[in-house]
């Protein structure tokens, strides 16, 4: 199968959904699949073989951060000139309702189109603004996929329609296999986020980071993403600063091996998430996961029952649970456990035929529309009509 698919947010800019497609994307080539991923990124990005560069990404304020996007005149072409040389057999656009390619391509595109729908915004007037821009596109979409429940709670609210949920991919085993960093182990915490995005929620771990210390002051702090180190250690006390280590950006193979390293994985998070492909990530090497109660992480967690939940944005009632995991190396060794079956739903071998699924549907149903207007064509001109 020949499969296009969309990446509204920029490439050399990681997040998410770049993750979620880039794994898809992959994880179909060695099925044996075509794919060709069309992405907004900067000249100088190292790109894999299969992503086509749309033309440099635009920053723009987008579901509670700041979203790098692509749209315009020139991104229309591009958009047009993929298509044309792509011939695919179905395109799978992320996010079409994002001011970016998903929503150029919805415009552009004939044949049958797949869409998933990431976000998770139960109240966002934009979206209710430009619905009736946004309707002729999503009218052209074949299959609505949404990545949680609450996702697609999102959709039916403000678009109308339906979707099934199939949520974002892990190759589960990568994790799991990871080698833990002797360095990185022993009382850890780790946080892995961009660190100037506030709905990340470090500044509610550096705000429990006190009490957790006053009562195990061995207790190391590990940082893995990007952003001003200095401004988020401002908060704590000066000698308690030298608890906190930042690792930067980190590559794949070390964030595995951050996973399977920490005590506990905090996810302190305070909104806009549908789903939480960190947390399956956790789940996934092993490590006790320790999140904030949004109701996509308790989805993910099975209601915690695969991992730790805390009141959000309730900086002691976090430092008291990580108090008490960091205490009780059975209970840790128990969520590890219970985590490490819970995660297997998430693996791309149960994903991936989810969405292929999905694809064969849609262009079967194509094939069979195609046939009947050959035939009807055929009938009509016999008849001379």
Known sequence: MRIGIVC???????????????????????????VSVLAPADDETPLPPYVVSAGRAVPVPYNGSVARLNFGFLSAARVRRWLHEGTFDVVHIHEPTSPSLGLLTCWAATGPLVATFHTSNPRSRAMIAAYPILQPALEKISARIAVSEY???????????DAVVIPNGV?????????????????????IGRIDEPRKGLPVLMRALPKILAERP?????????????????SLPREMRSRV???????DEDKARLLRSVDVYVAPNTGGESFGIILVEALSAGAPVLASDLDAFAQVLDQ???????????????AARAISLLGDEARRAELSERGSAHVRRF??????????????????GAASVATDERANGGLRARLGL
Not at 171 to 191: C, I, Q, Y
Not at 220 to 228: N, Q
Not at 304 to 316: P, Q, R, T, V, Y
Not at 347 to 364: F, H, N, R
Request: charged share 30%; glycine share 12%.
């Open 151 to 161: 996702a697609r709670r999102t959709l039916v609210e403000h678009l109308g329609g």
């Open 304 to 318: 915690g029952g695969a991992g730790e939940l805390f009141a959000n944005e309730d900086a002691d009632d976090l």
């Open 347 to 364: 693996d791309w071998s149960t994903v991936g035929a989810d969405i292929l699924a999905v694809y064969e549907t849609v262009t079967d």
């Open 218 to 234: 061995d207790t190391r702090l590990l940082v893995a993403g990007r952003g001003d180190e200095e401004e988020a250690v401002a």
């Open 245 to 251: 280590e930042f690792l930067g950006m980190v590559s």
């Open 171 to 191: 190759d589960v085993d990568f994790f799991a296999r990871a080698e833990p960093k002797k360095e990185w182990s022993g009382g850890t915490l780790g946080f």
């Open 8 to 34: 509204p947010y920029s490439w050399d800019v990681p997040g998410g959904v770049q993750f979620h497609i880039r794994d898809l994307a992959e994880h179909l080539i060695r099925l044996g699949h075509e």
